[in-house]
């Protein structure tokens, strides 16, 4: 099936969206059982950790770590917000600097400031978005970074955004509270689907349509290690307790440049495979054999691929043993988790 469809349904009772890209799965979400990401809590602080300049504390879904943070004691109140999902048996990872996200504005009460994605070209286009955003953010001292998204969208629709998200924003902050409790609640996956996949595509929200359109057959491969690349080369992709690794393969392509062409379809590959299986932390790819001249093509291919990714990764370099390094955030609970 051709071109983009986002299909909105339901994976074992879990609410969950799905990005079909050409018949092929380029994103999935799914709500899983800990604390979703966005979630902001009043939080009372509870244990330093002075060494690592941080300090726990205790929110209503259990302990959360705190990074960065000077002079804070213990049994203080702090507003948090949840950035990501820790590894089995770790703290919540939270900050305090508090970002209210939508499809077109992101309100941010701790760096004042009105500023448009670098992404948005057009000068008259910018010009017209920061009028509306002078014009809503009137009074506020808070700050506002406008999407990419906002440049094709209605003037009204960016403004009751920028407007919904300046109410939440200063509804939390002015908080006064006791107590550890649920301020914010995260988005689920058909929020975050209408939030973040703003691409032109066919939304499908008709029961069943995860069958209909291929997607249940794609989540059950990406339960599985092994992603086939052309000309009979894969690569499998594995998670550790210490890492995730990632194994790439020529199959049965016996040429020179077999090793270039297979590593670098697995770069092209390779966002998608961790998007869908919800992978994070260290990542250390494998890579086919190749000469060390083409590692830069390589670099580049990589490159380009996570261009679009919007999961913060950082590019680590080589290893003595010729292995490739990633450090990505861990945005996104591990496929196998959420589904057993």
Not at 63 to 75: C, E, F, N, S, T
Not at 118 to 135: F, G, Y
Not at 177 to 183: A, E, H, I, K, N
Not at 257 to 278: D, F, K
Request: hydrophobic share 45%; proline share 5%.
């Amino acid at each position: 099936m051709k071109g983009r469809q986002i299909c909105l349904d339901h994976i074992d009772g879990r609410e969950a969206a799905a990005l079909m890209v050409d018949g092929a799965l380029h994103d999935l979400l799914i709500d899983g059982d800990a604390p979703r990401s966005g979630t902001v809590y009043r939080a009372i602080t509870d244990r330093p950790v002075p060494g690592q300049g941080g300090i726990f504390l205790k929110t209503p879904d259990g302990a959360a770590y705190l990074r960065g943070v000077k002079g804070i004691g213990a049994g203080e109140t702090v507003q948090v917000q949840v950035t990501g999902y820790a590894e089995p048996g770790k703290a919540i990872p939270v900050s305090h600097k508090l970002l209210f996200k939508s499809r077109y504005a992101i309100v941010t009460p701790d760096a004042p400031g009105l500023n448009l994605s670098r992404r948005i070209r057009d000068e008259d286009i910018r010009d017209v978005l920061l009028e509306v955003a002078h014009e809503v953010m009137d009074g506020c001292e808070m700050g506002l970074i406008l999407r990419s998204a906002a440049a094709e969208a209605d003037r009204d629709a960016v403004a009751e955004d920028i407007a919904a998200m300046r109410e939440l924003a200063e509804q939390v902050v002015a908080d006064a509270g006791q107590g550890v409790d649920v301020l914010v609640q995260g988005d689920g996956p058909h929020v975050l689907a209408w939030r973040d996949w703003v691409a032109p595509a066919e939304v499908v929200t008709t029961t069943g349509c995860f069958e209909e359109y291929g997607v249940l057959d794609a989540v059950d491969a990406g339960r599985g290690a092994h992603v086939d690349l052309p000309q009979g080369a894969s690569f499998y992709v594995e998670e550790t307790r210490a890492l995730v690794a990632v194994d790439v393969n020529t199959g049965t392509d016996g040429s020179f440049a077999a090793g270039l062409r297979a590593n670098i379809a697995c770069a092209r590959a390779l966002p998608a495979a961790l998007r869908v299986r919800g992978l994070g932390g260290q990542i250390t790819l494998d890579l086919a054999p190749m000469p060390k001249k083409e590692r830069r093509s390589f670099e580049n291919a990589l490159r380009a691929a996570f261009r679009d990714d919007d999961i913060d990764t950082v590019f680590a370099g080589w290893t003595p043993l010729g292995h490739f390094e990633l450090q990505r955030k861990r945005a996104r609970l591990p496929l196998a988790e959420v589904l057993g």
